[in-house]
């Protein structure tokens, strides 16, 4: 199947849909050229930083992917991507970010997957279905695309020796979070009742003496309690890098994103972020439609301090000791609401203001907000994004597929 894909050199196109490593390969050859010559397992400049490894960039195509793929480059690494280009999140083809040798293949398919990692130093495990998605239908695609997609990658990361990954995890592991009561101290609500959330009473309550709560910051060492299928797939991708560092004498490190939001966000579908879904909204000459009563609290994180995070884990995560994980959340540390989200988006579009639906999502939780101090004490990240400034920039800023 030949076919010219959007953008793409006619060569590259067809190296891409025929998995054809040789072509890839040869092309990768005229691209190392942008690499800067370099192989190897690299070596640390003057600032500190690993320049030169060989990354695997899965999902490397997608909205966070690309945003590392480009800082990968950028230090001076050679960045292979494998990306299966979900059709939910590529409406339109691509050939992947540029800089990199683009592989297009799906995770869990382990031949592919065996041979992109020749030569790989370190993984970078990007690849998932994200969102809420549609409805249970969808429950078989995230558990495949996600863990059954990780576990076809640790196991062909054992065979190969490669002893380094990071991984994408996120918020959602944590549920409902850290609340606490005026009585009885730190409590942890279970999921909210459907006659509550169509009562419009959104707050969960004490689940010892109904009283109301205040929510927390959460910390790497919380319980982990997933409200929805995507969440329980993001747990069990955890679970399995550690049964596969304990294994293998593999180390893992995972960042738990929060909302991350920025250029190149695929525009509005079921697995598309909530910034997202207000951006489109506006495109459209439509008010952003906030759910429950837009009190939700989060914290947006913009995709290029994701990408940073991720370049200091990909520095650090040679470090850990052998059989080891190490969690970190991944924040800004400014805590927003939903409807704040809404009205700074509508405001910098210059469009209708946000309306309040009352609507809910049931595997949607009330408040979960992040404590990043791990990471900027061990791995020395900062956000470095403010918010206005984000949000102004992410108004004007084109979304994947418009
Ligand atoms: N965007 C967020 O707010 C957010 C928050 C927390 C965690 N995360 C995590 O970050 C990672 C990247 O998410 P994103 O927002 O960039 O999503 P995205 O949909 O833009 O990117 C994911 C990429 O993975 C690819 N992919 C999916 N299944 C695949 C498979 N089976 N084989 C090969 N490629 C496959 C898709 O084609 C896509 O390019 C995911 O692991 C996600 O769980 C994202």
């Not at 489109?280 to 008010?287: D, K, M, N, P, Y």
């Not at 994701?306 to 924040?331: C, F, K, Q, W």
Request: neutral net charge.
């Amino acid at each position: 199947m030949e076919q010219q894909r959007n953008g793409c050199p006619r060569e590259y196109t067809i190296a891409a849909m025929r998995h054809d490593t040789r072509v890839t390969r040869a092309i990768s050859t005229q691209e190392t050229l942008t690499f800067h010559g370099l192989g190897g397992v690299g070596h640390r400049d003057a600032r500190g930083y690993r320049r030169g490894m060989h990354v695997l960039v899965t999902g490397g195509a997608g909205f966070v992917g690309s945003a590392v793929v480009a800082r990968l480059v950028e230090r001076g690494h050679r960045v292979r991507v494998l990306d299966a280009l979900l059709p939910a999140v590529h409406p339109e083809t691509t050939c992947g970010p540029p800089g990199a040798e683009f592989r297009l293949g799906d995770v869990r398919d382990a031949t592919v997957v065996e041979s992109a990692l020749d030569g790989v130093d370190v993984v970078c495990h990007q690849a998932a279905m994200v969102g809420l998605g549609l409805d249970l239908e969808d429950a078989p695609d995230y558990v495949g695309c996600n863990d059954l997609g990780t576990a076809v990658l640790l196991s062909a990361m054992a065979r190969k020796r490669v002893t380094d990954l990071v991984l994408a995890g996120s918020m959602v592991v944590y549920g409902e979070g850290r609340y606490l009561c005026s009585r009885h101290g730190a409590v942890a609500p279970g999921p909210r009742a459907r006659a509550d959330l169509d009562a419009g009473r959104f707050e969960p309550p004490c689940p010892h003496c109904g009283r109301p709560l205040i929510s927390a910051l959460v910390g790497e060492d919380a319980p982990l309690d997933p409200r929805n299928v995507y969440a329980a797939s993001k747990v069990a991708q955890e679970h399995l890098a550690a049964a596969w560092a304990r294994a293998s004498g593999g180390r893992a490190l995972v960042l738990r994103y929060h909302n991350v939001y920025g250029p190149g966000m695929p525009k509005d579908t079921p697995y598309a972020g909530v910034a997202s879904l207000f951006r489109s909204a506006l495109a459209r000459g439509e008010a952003p439609r906030v759910f429950e009563d837009g009190a939700q609290r989060r914290d947006f994180v913009h995709v290029t301090d994701v990408a940073g995070a991720n370049m200091a884990a990909i520095d650090a995560v040679g470090e850990l000791p052998e059989g080891s994980v190490r969690r970190y959340n991944v924040g800004s540390g400014t805590v927003r609401t939903i409807g704040e989200m809404a009205a700074a988006l509508a405001g910098a579009w210059g469009g209708p203001a946000p309306v309040v639906t009352g609507e809910y999502r049931l595997g949607d939780v009330r408040h979960i907000t992040a404590d990043s101090a791990r990471l900027r004490r061990e791995l020395g990240w900062r956000a470095r994004t403010p918010f206005e400034e984000g949000v102004r920039a992410f108004a004007r800023e084109p979304l994947r597929g418009e």
